[in-house]
């Protein structure tokens, strides 16, 4: 079982930025692919960015596409994202995802990745 912690949520302006981390603990893969994801009042839950534990590769939605950064520390088995440039429409509860298949880190099937933490609010005021 793998356990994934988020934190790093908040209320902060428009314009501003945040940092979320996802600590991975339990019985952790190297080959896998972790997710961030973020679900709005009334909306469906949707992918963010993604990242492949071994090689680094990222994905990011069109709607965050040059404002967020994913990233990784494998020595601490901790993914980030970097969030700047943040809109009022980037409120959300903010979900770390891991899935043993490193395939899966640009999947938005919500219900086909593993493990889930248990969220973090973002709050974006404008």
């Known amino acids: 079982q793998v356990q994934l912690v988020e934190s790093g949520g908040g209320l902060v302006q428009a314009g501003d930025s945040l940092r979320l981390s996802c600590a991975a603990s339990?019985?952790?893969?190297?080959?896998?692919?972790m997710g961030w994801f973020r679900q709005a009042p009334g909306k469906e839950r949707e992918i963010v960015a993604g990242?492949?534990?071994?090689?680094?590769?990222?994905y990011y939605a069109d709607s965050v596409k040059g404002r967020f950064t994913i990233s990784k520390d494998n020595a601490k088995n901790t993914v980030y994202l970097q969030m700047n440039s943040l809109k009022p429409d980037d409120t959300a509860v903010y979900y770390c995802?891991?899935?043993?298949?490193?395939?899966?880190?640009?999947?938005?099937?919500?219900?086909?990745?593993?493990?889930w933490g248990q969220g973090t609010q973002v709050t974006v005021s404008s």
């Open positions: 339990g019985r952790t893969f190297s080959g896998g692919a």
């Open positions: 995802a891991a899935d043993r298949t490193f395939a899966m880190y640009n999947n938005d099937d919500s219900s086909r990745w593993d493990y």
């Open positions: 990242i492949t534990w071994n090689l680094g590769r990222t």
